[in-house]
Every structure is written in structure tokens, then in C-alpha cells.
């Protein structure tokens, strides 16, 4: 069986979800949906990260024990995600026991091995990345996140070996092109990995930190949140078996957003060849979003819930658009003009009308009750069924390298020639003449046809208004019929339901 393993950074719970997070969420989700749908073994992990300085001080801020503190946004973050409706299979916490015993298991195996080892340190540490910079990486001498400049700081550490590794994930990204995509991050951990590479400071002193996992060859000492929250890809599934590590492990795919490429693209894989582990299959990008030219900013009021977006569009509006407004690996802006423009034009004008139409055709004309197909077809029936046949294996190319928005583009071009095929055979006016019904009836059923194609390929994309085209076409969740080849979707006497408003225009004033 063919199996995918797909998996979200672990969101850090010093804020609460926003733009930026639901939108990993809905790339990953929409893929996980389409593989289940193409029959594929799919597991999708999400989860959250809990250790480290910001949040002990978010903790002691709001006068809460770091764990008592974690339970709380843990468990915000879970039912955002819940009721956003995302189908992960399993939600990690790196305060989970599994977790933090595996996490243990690794630094073990690598201090054992020799990689990891103690010595004093002197370096310029960011306390908002949790993390030593070098000069290189400054920017006018600030950390280029929090454009303040880092502390000096003079510590005995213990290290990982990581530079032992360099040459060996060098080598297995240029002879791997797709290891990391899109290719211009690539490109930038081949930079990367083409100047000195440091070994890196995995421990903190409990003398500074406590809320962190312990090292289990020294108890004065946690470890680095990096060297935390990264292994949890692999404890998840270690939690299932080791049988289970086996089947997904080789098809794991890594979503991420550009902020923290070196992490996973350096830190990540170093770290699982001095474990013994294989490399993962995919590390994949996406950009930034803004806010009308904007960083999304706390301070500045411009964040945008995922929730706020759920109420007002609903949820499959929000999906939909910015699956289609933006393109994956680049930076993408969110402006309410563009919002409201797309859903009036793509879904209230174009998919809502053309389905309210066709139901509305067959309710008026047969009283809802599908009529039989003829054997013969005209140029225009077959061009119809031809153009749906051509948009599934389309949406699995697209989707095959993460243009999601393609996928979309390609899915409404087959909407635009179904709305096409309307206008060629005129229904409407061949009804005036009673002698044409039979015929009529046909051009309804290609239409009840493509709206059921439509039904299923919108599923990994737009699922509850995949349900709903479904339940107006009459249709149960998992019927056969949906998976029927073009003709056969629709028994003799299937009587499909009354139209509905799917997407209520947004009126913008001024434009009534």
C-alpha cells in the first residue's frame, strides 16, 4: 500500500493561532485529504512546542506554573484546530511522557556515540529565538527576527558534533534535488552548508532554565528546544511501534515556514544521522503572509484568526482562498478587497450559481428526478466528460509538487466550461418546446454529472462544501456512486434536493 507521513511544526504556545499557523495547517490538511482519498496510508501530525525561555517567562507573566501555562494554550491551540475542522491523526505535546523519554533515548545514543560533548562557551545569545548567533549572522549587529541585539553570554554547554555531519547532508542534498523544495530554499541551506558549519550548544544550564527536558547524563541541565521539539517527527511514531516508525518514516514530508529552514534543513537531519536514523523524504517551504503590505504584528492589531475568518466567510471560503491567492514557497498578502473579490466572483457567481442553476433546472422541469443518459452523445457531452476526466490527473500533478493553487486554477477552468456547456445547449430554451424534454433531461444529467465529479474533487480543498454538494445531489458520505465513471453516478429515480444558497454574496458598499 502507498503510504505518506505528513507533519506541521510544533506551534509555539507564547501566542495563539493566527494567519501564519492555519496556514501550514490547511496545506497539510488538504494534502493529507487528497492522499486518504487516493487510497494511500496517510499519517498527519501536528502538535505543540513547550519548553524553553520564552515560555517560562510567558508562564511567570501570567503568574502560572510553566506546565499549568502549557495545559492552557496547548489546549487552545487543539480546539482551534478542532473546530477549524483539520483532520490531523495525532496532536504531539512536547510535555508528552512518550515524548520526553524518546528525546532522552536520542541524547543518550549520541552522547554514547561520542557526538555531544562539554566545554565553555562564549557567544552572542538571542533569548526571543532561544538560540547563539554568530557575527555572520547579524544584521547591523541585531538578531534579524527581533532586530535587538543578542547577550553576551559565557557558559560551560554541552555540544553536538553537528560539523562531524556536513559533508555527509552536503552530499545527499546536491545528489537529492527534491530533499528540500521549492528549489531556492534548497539553494540556501547548500550556502549554508558551504561555509564552516558550527557545532551546536544542545544544553542550557539549569541555573538559567529549568522548564526543559533534563539531560540523562547530567542533571544539572536541559536540553536545547531545538533538541527537543525537532525529534518529535520521530517519537510520534515511535509511540505507535516500531513497526509503524518502519512503514512512514521513508515518506515523511516536512511543512514548514521559511523562518525555520536552518533548523530543519541543518539541524534536523545532522541530528538524525548521528542518531542512526534515516533522513526524512521532504522538507517543504511556504512563505510568509502579510496583512495589506504588513508583518502580522500583536502590537499593531493586524492578525488575522482563523476563527474571525470561520464566522465571517466560513471556513471552506478561507481554505479556498488562500490556497488559491497565494503560491507555495513564495510570500503571500492578505487583503480583504482580494478576500471578497474572489469569494463573490469564484464561489458565490461561479460554483454556487452554476449548482443552484442546474438544481433548480431539474426541480422546475423533471421535479427533481434524474432522467436516463441516451447512447448518443453529442460533441458537447463528451467534451464535458473529456475536461472532468483530464482535472483529476491535473490536480494529482499539481498537487504532486505543492502548486496548490494550480490545482485550483485547473479545477475552476472545468467550472467555467461547465457554466461553457450550459450556454452551447441552452436548456432553458430547448424546454419551450415539449418535444425536446428527452434531450433536456440528458443535458441536465451531464450537468448533475460534472457537479458530482465536482463533489469529490473538492473534497481535499473544500470539505464540508463537498458534503454539501453531496447531500444535494442526494448522496451519503462513501457512496459508490461517487466514484462511479461518467453515467453511472445516478440510479433510475434518484431525485435530487432543492437548491440552496451555498455562498451568499458579500455586499461591499457603495457597490449594491
Not at 549572522?137 to 553570554?153: A, M, R, T
Not at 544542545?202 to 536541559?222: A, C, H, M, Q
Amino acid at each position: 500500500m502507498d503510504r505518506i507521513y505528513i507533519t506541521t511544526p510544533l506551534y509555539y504556545v507564547n501566542a495563539e493561532p493566527h494567519l501564519g499557523s492555519a496556514y501550514t495547517m490547511i496545506l497539510s490538511d488538504t494534502l493529507a485529504r487528497y492522499y486518504r482519498a487516493k487510497g494511500y496510508e496517510t499519517f498527519y501530525l501536528t502538535g505543540t512546542d513547550e519548553h524553553g525561555d520564552k515560555i517560562a517567562q510567558a508562564a511567570a507573566n501570567a503568574k502560572l506554573d510553566p506546565k499549568e501555562f502549557t495545559d492552557q494554550i496547548s489546549a487552545t491551540f487543539r480546539a482551534v484546530w478542532d473546530e477549524c475542522g483539520f483532520a490531523y491523526d495525532h496532536f504531539i505535546r512536547t510535555t508528552d511522557d512518550y515524548h520526553i523519554s524518546y528525546v532522552q533515548e536520542v541524547l543518550n545514543t549520541v552522547y554514547q556515540s561520542g557526538d555531544i560533548y562539554f566545554d565553555r562557551y562564549s557567544g552572542l545569545y538571542c533569548f526571543g529565538c532561544e538560540r547563539f548567533y554568530t557575527d555572520k549572522e547579524l544584521v547591523n549587529g541585531k538578531c534579524p527576527d527581533h532586530l535587538i541585539e543578542p547577550n553576551l553570554i559565557e557558559e560551560e554547554n554541552y555540544f553536538f558534533r553537528m560539523s562531524k555531519y556536513q559533508d555527509h547532508l552536503l552530499r545527499h542534498i546536491e545528489t537529492h534535488p527534491q530533499f528540500i523544495r521549492p528549489e531556492g530554499y534548497r539553494n540556501e541551506v547548500l550556502a549554508m552548508l558551504r561555509e564552516p558549519v558550527e557545532d551546536l550548544c544542545i544544553s542550557r544550564p539549569k541555573s538559567r532554565l529549568t522548564w526543559g527536558i533534563e539531560l540523562p547524563f547530567d542533571n544539572r541541565y536541559v536540553t536545547y528546544v531545538w533538541f527537543d521539539a525537532l525529534i518529535n517527527y520521530v517519537s510520534a511514531l515511535k509511540r505507535r511501534g516500531e513497526g509503524e516508525f518502519q512503514k512512514f518514516w521513508p515518506e515523511a514530508q516536512h511543512f514548514i515556514g521559511k523562518d525555520i529552514v536552518k533548523p530543519h534543513g541543518v539541524f534536523w537531519p545532522t541530528m538524525l544521522l548521528a542518531a542512526g536514523l534515516p533522513l526524512y523524504k521532504h522538507l517543504n517551504v511556504h512563505g510568509y503572509w502579510t496583512v495589506e503590505g504588513k508583518k502580522m504584528s500583536k502590537s499593531i492589531g493586524n492578525t488575522i484568526s482563523p476563527l474571525e475568518m470561520k464566522q465571517t466567510i466560513g471556513m471552506d471560503a478561507f481554505r479556498y482562498f488562500v490556497l488559491r491567492e497565494s503560491v507555495f514557497g513564495q510570500d503571500a498578502d492578505f487583503r480583504r478587497e482580494s478576500l471578497i473579490g474572489r469569494y463573490n466572483a469564484d464561489l458565490a457567481n461561479n460554483l454556487g450559481n452554476l449548482v443552484s442553476r442546474v438544481l433548480a433546472m431539474q426541480g422546475k422541469y423533471f421535479a427533481g428526478v434524474v432522467q436516463p443518459l441516451g447512447k448518443q452523445w453529442t460533441d458537447e457531452d463528451n467534451e464535458l466528460k473529456s475536461v472532468y476526466e483530464k482535472v483529476e490527473s491535473e490536480i494529482g500533478r499539481h498537487l504532486a509538487e505543492l502548486q496548490f493553487h494550480r490545482a485550483l486554477e485547473v479545477l475552476w477552468a472545468a467550472l467555467d466550461h461547465t457554466n461553457r456547456y450550459i450556454v452551447q445547449t441552452s436548456p432553458f430554451t430547448l424546454m419551450k418546446d415539449p418535444a425536446n424534454q428527452a434531450r433536456v433531461g440528458e443535458i441536465l444529467h451531464h450537468l448533475l454529472q460534472a457537479i458530482c465529479q465536482l463533489a469529490r474533487l473538492l473534497k481535499p480543498f473544500m470539505p464540508d462544501t463537498a458534503k454539501e454538494l453531496q447531500s444535494l445531489l442526494a448522496f451519503t458520505e462513501g457512496d459508490p456512486a461517487l466514484e462511479a465513471s461518467w453515467g453511472n453516478s445516478f440510479a433510475a429515480g434518484h431525485k435530487v434536493s432543492s437548491p440552496k444558497v451555498l455562498f451568499p454574496r458579500i455586499e461591499v458598499p457603495g457597490n449594491e
